[in-house]
């Protein structure tokens, strides 16, 4: 990993920026605060189709904060969000996205798939959720659709039958973004999906994640403090220091030519 191998992510930057055309999602003027402590301020940015936008800043810049809002887990104090043009940042404002809608549009995988994969359940019970408790399903179908998913991800057919402690680090990852894949979302927050893996296993799911991208046209917020994990795989890169954001752009020119000194110094300290 590093920016020694930022070969830059073609798709996307290919196509000559899709977002510019119409943003899949909008973030506008989003401010969040805490009891007095102002966490977000004035954020806005969007999200184009099919984009992996990267969004990096240290701990505690507020990072996890707007993945929450955008998955619809949190509201803002002020500012809208809107998917595809319909806002859902404020219960009951315009042309509201019914809950079951943003779940099916809009899913998040963590850092720790191991805090959100029920210990109990085997996987090919984890992976059927999704079909079950969206709609009714025959028992042939279901099985046919998870073996699709395992295969999605790459994995082997032997992990159905075992549970999520029996499986590594990765493969977890990879039954977590299974799952958030199930029901063909527009958009998968990421936050900090690879930054529990060790290096090479990283490599690899960083690799999934762009494939998915390619097969699926499903779009990401990836979230890493990683800015050497973003040069991997994000078209587009968002920097956000204490709640502000500070400098956008492609991922490569912001690379090679890095505005704002926090940036700089983020730049550096990839090894
Ligand atoms: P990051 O993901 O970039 O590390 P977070 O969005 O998790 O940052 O947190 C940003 C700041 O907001 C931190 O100072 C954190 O303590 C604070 N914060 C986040 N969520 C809450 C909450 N529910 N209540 C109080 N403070 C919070
Ligand atoms: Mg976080």
Not at 5 to 22: H, I
Not at 129 to 151: C, N, T
Not at 252 to 263: A, K, N
């Amino acid at each position: 990993l590093g920016a020694a191998r930022l070969g830059g992510p073609k798709t996307y930057a290919a196509a000559g920026g899709r977002e510019a055309s119409r943003p899949l999602l909008a973030m506008h003027g989003i401010a969040r605060s805490f009891g007095t402590r102002s966490v977000l301020d004035d954020v806005s940015f969007t999200i184009g189709e099919g984009e992996i936008l990267g969004l990096v800043g240290e701990s505690g810049s507020g990072k996890s904060t707007i993945g929450r809002l955008i998955a619809g887990l949190d509201r803002p104090d002020a500012g809208l969000i809107s998917l595809r043009g319909r806002d859902y940042s404020q219960p009951g404002s315009g042309g509201v996205l019914l809950q079951g809608d943003l779940r099916k549009a809009i899913q998040v995988v963590f850092q720790d798939p191991y805090a959100s994969l029920n210990p109990r359940r085997r996987i090919e019970a984890i992976l059927s959720d999704p079909f079950v408790i969206h709609g009714s399903i025959g028992k042939a179908e279901l099985r046919e659709k998870v073996k699709q998913l395992v295969a999605d991800v790459e994995l082997p057919e032997e992990i159905l039958n075992r549970l999520p402690s029996q499986l590594s680090g990765g493969q977890r990852q990879r039954v977590a973004i299974a799952r958030a894949i199930a029901l063909r979302p527009s958009l998968i927050v990421a936050d900090e999906p690879v930054s529990a893996l060790d290096i090479t296993t990283q490599a690899k799911v960083i690799r999934l994640l762009s494939r998915l991208r390619d097969k699926l046209g499903v779009s990401f917020l990836f979230i890493s403090h990683d800015l050497g994990v973003i040069g991997e795989l994000c078209d587009r890169v968002i920097v956000l220091e204490k709640g502000q954001i500070v400098e956008t752009g492609q991922t490569r020119q912001v690379f090679r030519r890095p505005v704002h000194d926090y940036t700089r110094r983020l730049l550096a300290s990839i090894p």
